[in-house]
């Protein structure tokens, strides 16, 4: 072993020998199999110790809140709102670490019929850092026979706000997971184990916890999904597959031959060749898989005029933000180390040998379990055309000199914003493209370091492992169970805590434009916005602007004693022009970005896995967002762009009242899936003043579908939508039903009990959402006392 600066370094018999950058002239690192030596830069080892130091010695994990320390990571607020798990050796007693194995292995027991965590390890620890707990009253039950009552509703909603308050942060927000899809982790270790930094960043206890997390995840029939409650696919099953190899783990290990059933369900349905697209990508930079089996992602569409209708800036920045790095990767056709290991899975992952398959012939080839969007013959007209006739020309002198433009265009890019997003990144995916990028440009960069120094942001540890998250939703849920809690009538008994939040949205909103001349960068304006997440990631969302904002102005309007100074009024003024700004031209509002291109550009979403990822459009539940938060803010400060305000509402209404469906719903595209988006579609509506006699929207009628098993967040949801409808006017039955379910499964010690998974995004893949279990629950109580027992 090596010694560096204090920090100690094994290399475990997986890592390889020799790690070479080829687009790097003479930059190499020396990679020796145990006991032998490690050698890496004395630069990176010192980040290594600033960073990763704790992780070596501990035994217990600890979630650490508001901190961060060292010279690669850099913050806008003081790290207001950071969450982020590490080792603490003095951490738990005996009795607590026993306490946490036990969940565990009950996670571990119960894994096919429960895959979704309860967060408990979290739990635990801010109920212990924040007692001695508010008294609790006694649990309630009501019969089935019985009404629900004022008593059996204040009783309930004491006793979950009380509980809801344990796990309150110092700086005011509610850490919780956000998780759930298994494709952003498996890119991290690919891309930890090409730089030859994956026993270096990742502890022995960071890679336990991973495969404790693959494994807890696997399907009974050997695959792995793209999200932890789905089927089994391709994609997820090659990933997590290759993540425990390069883990550590053998052909043969797990229990009951878990990676040999993984071998054989991928083998069973085609083998790797099968993968979709962004597998495709992976594999290849892994040297798993051949560029020429890969449809062109090129670098040079960055050099084209912007306003060109397939100009990458036309897309929405998920997407762009994805094929910026892909683009840079694809285009120097980047491939670690061909290592024993790599050999060895090449020989594992395929039905043919690797050396005779025909690569081009697999371009189009993905596994039907995996396919969602199946792609248009024009689009592969276009991926044709790139193959055959403009890579081949690319790639000869004199073009090979616009491609090294079109590289130099890409890193610029990555750059700015990296350096905007303080290395956040805007999301899972995009981070780990970031960081390889920047390593593959220069591995001994500041911008690789500082990537390394935002890592643990990604980190979420539960009973079912060690996970990687979106990027964390503090802002968005901090302003939901804010209102929450407002609306119960109880907010008085609870000043401590709204001060405490009221603080944490006011250190959160974002107080400037990103830097530059940012609309050549394609970047929208910022200042005044609230992110998903913490001030540092720096993202503008409408919905979490309109949510943040509303709670601003609510907890405005409360004494100063009790909840602390108003947010200054310019701050105001500019998160309401955040919210103009992003309506589009059908009244909908947009999430991210105004919509910048046409809607047939969908037909070219090459992703096979999701769908309406290429442009941004109008949403329901932003639009709603936006619609309330701009009546309140009319009301209390009418004359500021008033007029403008009100084209903006009316057109909104219209929007919400087109997008219905046949069947009475809304479609939502932020959480499972008609329910949630047909609350805020009502919500927005009665907020404008309709009611149930007078709204043929609110009048329609929606059902599930037949034997769904009830859930309590979809019921809170259903709730809310039936109360703000004037639905207990004409006959209270349904809702006194569905409060009986929230009050009745009420545990003991306040919670609510973890159930399955609610949150969505690009209408395929899951999200789960910890806090949402509390939120609604609360606040549809507490819109029945507020609304019906104290109307």
């Known amino acids: 072993m090596s010694i560096f600066r204090g920090i100690v370094i094994d290399a475990p018999d997986n890592l390889h020998n020799s790690i070479y950058c080829p687009s790097i002239k003479d930059q190499k690192y020396s990679v020796a199999r145990k006991p032998q030596n490690v050698s890496i830069p004395l630069s990176f080892a010192s980040l290594i110790s600033c960073i990763y130091q704790p992780f070596f010695a501990s035994t217990m994990w600890k979630l650490r809140i508001a901190e961060g320390s060292g010279p690669w990571l850099t913050t806008t607020n003081g790290h207001v709102g950071r969450q982020h798990w590490e080792f603490d050796p003095d951490a738990g007693t005996p009795e607590e670490r026993a306490q946490v194995d036990k969940v565990r292995e009950e996670f571990r027991k119960n894994g096919f019929r429960r895959q979704q965590s309860a967060d408990l390890l979290m739990r635990m620890q801010l109920r212990k850092e924040n007692s001695p707990c508010p008294p609790m009253p006694p649990p309630v039950n009501v019969k089935e026979t019985d009404d629900v009552t004022e008593e059996a509703v204040t009783t309930t909603l004491r006793r979950g706000i009380s509980f809801f308050s344990t796990l309150q942060a110092n700086d005011g927000h509610w850490p919780a997971e956000s998780a759930g899809p298994l494709f952003f982790l498996p890119p ?50 090659v990933f997590n597959y290759i993540t425990l190899r390069l883990l ?69 920045c998920y997407s762009r933000l994805v094929y910026m790095p892909m683009s840079y990767l694809y285009g120097k056709r980047f491939v670690g180390a061909i290592t024993r290991l790599v050999h060895s899975l090449r020989d594992e992952l395929y039905i043919q040998p690797y050396h005779q ?27 044709g055309f790139l ?59 500041e911008a690789f370091k500082r990537h390394i120094a935002r890592l643990p942001d990604y980190f979420w540890v539960a009973e079912d492992g060690l996970k990687m998250q979106t990027f964390g939703s503090q802002a968005w849920e901090g302003a939901l169970a804010i209102q929450a809690i407002l609306r119960s009538n109880l907010a008085e008994e609870y000043v401590p805590m709204l001060k405490k939040a009221h603080d944490f949205i006011k250190a959160s909103q974002v107080q400037n434009n990103p830097s530059g001349n940012f609309t050549k960068m394609h970047r929208h304006i910022s200042k005044g916005c609230w992110t998903f997440s913490i001030q540092d990631h720096g993202w503008q969302a409408v919905d979490c602007t309109a949510e943040g904002l509303k709670v601003a102005l ?40 105004p919509q910048r291109a046409y809607r047939w550009m969908e037909m070219f979403n090459p992703t096979d896995l999701f769908g309406d990822v290429i442009i941004e459009r109008g949403y329901v539940e932003c639009t709603s967002s936006a619609i309330q938060t701009l009546l309140l803010f ?22 919400i009242e087109d997008e219905q469906e ?26 404008c003043g309709m009611t149930y006699n007078d709204s043929p929207a609110i009048r329609k009628e929606y059902t599930n579908l037949e034997g769904d098993r009830s859930n309590l967040v979809q019921t809170s949801w259903a709730l809310l939508t039936l109360i703000a409808a004037g639905q207990v006017e004409h006959n209270p039955a349904p809702i006194h039903r569905g409060l009986r379910l929230l009050i009745n499964s009420q545990m003991e010690d306040g919670d609510f009990p973890q159930q399955e998974i609610t949150g969505v995004f690009f209408k395929n893949c ?26």
């Not at 003024?573 to 031209?585: E, F, H, M, R």
Request: aromatic fraction near 14%; charged fraction near 20%.
């Open 554 to 593: 609510l907890l405005g309007q409360m004494p100063p004693e009790h909840v602390g100074d108003k947010i200054e009024i310019g701050r105001l003024y500019d998160a309401v022009n955040i919210i103009l700004s992003l309506q589009g031209k059908d009244g909908g509002f947009r999430a991210w970005e």
């Open 188 to 237: 991290l270790v690919m891309a930890l184990y090409i730089t030859g930094t994956l026993n270096m960043i990742l502890s022995y206890e960071h890679q336990k916890e991973i495969i404790r997390y693959i494994y807890n995840h696997q399907n009974e029939d050997g695959g792995w999904g793209l999200h932890i409650e789905g089927h089994s696919i391709m994609f997820g099953s």
């Open 662 to 687: 046949q069947d009475g719903s809304w479609y939502g595209r932020w959480a499972i899936c008609y329910t949630y988006a047909t609350w805020f579609a009502v919500e927005a509506l009665v907020a």
């Open 634 to 655: 009319k009301k209390l400060h009418p004359g500021h762009r008033e007029s403008e305000i009100e084209r903006c509402i009316s057109k909104a209404l219209a929007y």
């Open 248 to 316: 550590g783990e053998g052909p043969e290990d797990g229990e009951h031959m878990a990676m040999a059933r993984g071998r054989k369900w991928i083998l069973d349905h085609g083998g790797a060749v099968a993968i979709p697209s962004w597998g495709k990508f992976w594999l290849s930079v892994l040297g798993l898989y051949d560029w020429a089996g890969c449809n062109p992602v090129p670098p040079e569409f960055w050099l084209i005029p912007k306003f060109f209708p397939i100009h990458p800036a036309q897309m929405i």
């Open 766 to 791: 899951i999200m789960q959402y910890s806090a949402y279990r509390n939120v609604f629950p609360i606040w549809a109580l507490g819109e029945f006392r507020r609304r019906v027992l104290h109307a």
């Open 357 to 383: 398959i025909n690569w081009s012939r697999t371009r189009y080839t993905c596994a039907k379990d995996d396919l969602y969007y199946p792609h248009p013959l024009v689009q592969d007209m276009l991926w």
């Open 387 to 445: 193959y055959h006739f403009a890579e081949p020309i690319l790639l000869r002198w004199p073009f090979t000199t616009l491609r090294e433009k079109a590289l130099e265009k890409a890193m610029e890019h990555i750059h700015y914003e990296d350096e905007n997003s303080r290395y956040f990144c805007i999301g899972a995916v995009e981070k780990v493209l970031w960081l390889l990028a920047c390593w593959v440009e220069d591995p001994d960069s």
